[in-house]
Each structure stands twice: as structure tokens, then as C-alpha cells.
């Protein structure tokens, strides 16, 4: 690729999920004129005020910092403007109004983490490993009215390994996501990029989740329970409840067992093993109400664990 004309960007961001991309662009030749995020919240006994993660980054390069508390703001908006922006950039933030989306000569982009029009919403990551999916990936879109409906702009497939679960796949894809956010600014630059529309026939939903997703129900195959699992370690977790309250389980390994879905068949000085509709997950990391994430055997200790037992 010929070396890009610099654009003149914002950044808008928030978790930490952006900030590889945000650091990419800002060791780029384009120009980052603001950076957008949140309000910092109140948080803690003290009230202390928290910046999110991407403004923390922006400070620590010296840019300039928009934080409106609604991106309806004229005065927002006036500022953008003011700016006139080449691009503008989204990296897991809010939804834009319109006025704001247009406003840029070549239009805005938003990275997505999946393989659109697979998993459009709040929780890609989550549903791909509670689908058990070998595969996913990130892509760079046009924003339009609809969110996750615009023109798509590059894709990356990446594998979804056995052992991965919540933590290390996201993590994997923030770093490859900001390699086509660079990737895509630099299409746009030369002039090259070629968007196409999205095939609403193959679109599939990923809502935010909730503590119903969340419980683990050991009627479901083992699979599936494994699966569940993994969609929400280390956190929040994937949980059920014992007579000692609400316990999160975050790592298991399918395993043979046969009986009545949630009985405990078996107790090792390792862990434990629960019987689901088909098979069984032998548990080897949990962490009880209110305590630390501790290794089941551990929590074993603790809090005693006999065959016949009932989880759920």
C-alpha cells in the first residue's frame, strides 16, 4: 500500500477495548484531533471521580478530550464541526445520532468484534463462545441509522481456540481489531476502500447479556454448560447457587458422567464433577458469594462437598 495521505481524525472510545486502537492511530502519520469519551464516573465510598480507560491513554499522549454528557448537544455538535474532521472513528462507545455520523468528509467507521452480519448488538464476544463457534473476528463498517447495518469496509478472521474463554478472546481481538482500524483508516486515505452492503438474511442478534444468560442450567448438554462457562470467565461469571449462597464457576473440562442433571458424582482432592443432561463438567475453579476466585479444590475445603449433592 502506498504510504496514506494523513486524515485528520476523532477517536471516540471508552473501555480498554479501544485503546490498542487508539494507540495505532496515534503512531500513525493521521492526525487524532480530539478524542471522545464518557463522563467520569462517581465511584467508590469516597464518590472519587473514575476516567474511563481510553481517557486515560488520550492524556498520556496529550490530546485533546471531549467528554459530552449527551451527543445530542448543539454545543457538541458545533464543535465537531469546527473540527471538520476527515473520519471519525468508533471503537466501543455509544450509538451515534445522525447529525453527528455525517459530519465527516469520508463518514464515520465503528469496529465491531465479530464477522457482521453475524452478532449485531452489545455482546459478540459472549455469544460466540455461548455458541460454541470456531471461529470469529473483527470488522470495520460505515455507520448508518441502523446500528450494525452499514456498508462493511475489512474484515479479520481470527480462530476460536479450545481453551479460550471471555478474557483471552477479547484480548486477542483488541489487538487485531486495532490492526484493521489502522488498516481501514489507510483505505480511506488512498482512496481505495471498497464497501460492501451486509446480508440481512445471514444477520444474527448478540443483546446484552444478563444474569438469566448467566445461570447455568445443567439440563442443557455438557457442551453447552461448558460453553456458558467460558462466554463469562473470569468475569462476571457464569454461576449457580448451593445452600451457601451464589457460586461462580469459571473453569470446567467436559467430562464422562452419567445422572440426574446438577447431582455431584464424584469428588476429587482436584474438583468436583456435575452431571448434566449429557456428560458431565468436572469444576476446577470457582469463587463463592462475596470471596476470592480460588482453585475447587480450595473451595473444597471450605465449603465440603459430598456425592449426591445437588447444584441448581
Known amino acids: 500500500m502506498n504510504n496514506p495521505t494523513p486524515l485528520k481524525i476523532v477517536f471516540m472510545g ?119 463457534d470456531v471461529e470469529t473476528g473483527v470488522t470495520t463498517f460505515f455507520l448508518k441509522r441502523r446500528v450494525d447495518t452499514g456498508n462493511i469496509i475489512k474484515q479479520i478472521k481470527i480462530p476460536i481456540l479450545p481453551e479460550d474463554n471471555l478474557h483471552t478472546l477479547y484480548a486477542r481481538l483488541c489487538e487485531v481489531g486495532a490492526e484493521l482500524v489502522l488498516e481501514t483508516t489507510n483505505l480511506i486515505a488512498n482512496g481505495s476502500n471498497v464497501a460492501g452492503e451486509q446480508d ?29 462457562v467460558r462466554a463469562f470467565a473470569p468475569s462476571p461469571g457464569a454461576f449457580t447457587h448451593r445452600d451457601s449462597g451464589l457460586l461462580k464457576i469459571l473453569s470446567t473440562r ?17 474438583g468436583f464433577t456435575v452431571a448434566c443432561s449429557e456428560g458431565a463438567l468436572e469444576i476446577t475453579s470457582v469463587q463463592p458469594e462475596s470471596k476470592k476466585v480460588m482453585d475447587a479444590a480450595s473451595y473444597l475445603r471450605g465449603y465440603p462437598i459430598e456425592i449426591g449433592d445437588i447444584l441448581g
Open 254 to 270: 467436559r467430562v464422562e458422567g452419567l445422572g440426574a442433571p446438577g447431582t455431584i458424582l464424584q469428588v476429587s482432592e482436584d
Open 14 to 132: 471508552t473501555p480498554d477495548f479501544a485503546v490498542p486502537a487508539l494507540k495505532a492511530l496515534n503512531s500513525s502519520p493521521h492526525h487524532i484531533q480530539a478524542v471522545v469519551t464518557v463522563p467520569d464516573k462517581q465511584q467508590g465510598r469516597g464518590r472519587r471521580e473514575k476516567p474511563s480507560a481510553v481517557k486515560i491513554v488520550a492524556l498520556e499522549f496529550g490530546l485533546p478530550i471531549l467528554q459530552p454528557e449527551k451527543l445530542t448537544s448543539p454545543d457538541f455538535i458545533s464543535t465537531l464541526k469546527e473540527l471538520t474532521p476527515d473520519v471519525i472513528v468508533v471503537v466501543a462507545f455509544k450509538i451515534l445520532p445522525e447529525a453527528v455520523f455525517i459530519l465527516p468528509k469520508y463518514g464515520s467507521f465503528n469496529l465491531h468484534a465479530s464477522l457482521l452480519p453475524k452478532y449485531r448488538g452489545a455482546a459478540p464476544i459472549h455469544w460466540a463462545l455461548l455458541n460454541g
Open 200 to 228: 440481512n438474511s445471514l444477520a444474527s442478534p448478540a443483546p446484552k447479556v444478563t444474569s438469566e444468560t448467566r445461570l447455568l442450567d445443567f439440563q442443557e448438554n455438557a457442551e453447552k454448560c461448558h460453553n456458558r
